[in-house]
């Protein structure tokens, strides 16, 4: 038998072993699952930040591009979704009503910065290249990447470790099933907006 100081070692070891999947999942697979092209976007913004350094106004403004694509397309119906899904089963397993309030001001802090990246690489388009507002570009790319990668493993460590100890295989379907369809949803209004 181990002891808990060793075997919290353990699992912490294992953990990082096989991907960062921890070995204790007992129903949540699926949900983390679905959310590993939100951590997998990430690289677009490291990327973009990059190519404003380095690369030539071309590559740099599709780098920027393909930045703001996971944003807009990936993250931010992602984030929606889970404020009518996600996050209303954790504020009913800690009954309390906006338990996931924190979570639900980063989303729109990102959300805020998306829309200045936006604005910026809009200006970068029509003036000289991205280099002219790298010093606006760089903290947005790299504050960006920083904040949302907190705010995945937050969500991760603590809100899926929550529904794994308390929830259903079938509940976490549902859950899974829901932000799918309003992701879904939204991307659908996002490219019939002219």
Do not use: C
């Not at 899926?160 to 829901?178: R, Y």
Request: hydrophobic share 50%.
């Amino acid at each position: 038998m181990l002891s808990g100081a060793v075997s919290g070692r353990l699992s912490v070891a294992l953990h990082a072993v096989i991907g960062g999947y921890p070995l204790s999942d007992r129903v949540v697979g699926p949900l983390r699952h679905s959310r590993q092209p939100l951590t997998d976007g990430l690289r677009a913004l490291q990327l973009a930040a990059t190519a404003v350094d380095s690369a030539a106004p071309p590559a740099a403004l599709a780098a920027l591009d393909a930045a703001a694509a996971y944003l807009n397309a990936t993250f931010l119906p992602a984030a929606a979704a889970e404020e009518f899904t996600l996050y209303i089963a954790v504020d009913g397993l800690y009954g309390a009503i906006d338990a996931t309030g924190v979570m639900r001001v980063q989303h729109a802090t990102i959300r805020a910065m998306a829309g200045d990246l936006d604005k910026v690489v809009t200006a970068a388009r029509a003036d000289t290249g991205p280099a002219a507002y790298r010093e606006y570009l760089l903290p947005l790319l790299h504050g960006l990447y920083a904040l949302i990668r907190a705010h995945l493993e937050a969500e991760d460590d603590v809100y899926l470790a929550l529904l794994d100890d308390h929830v259903s295989e079938s509940q976490v379907g549902v859950i899974v099933d829901n932000i799918e369809r309003i992701v879904s949803a939204r991307r659908e209004a996002s490219t019939a907006r002219p």
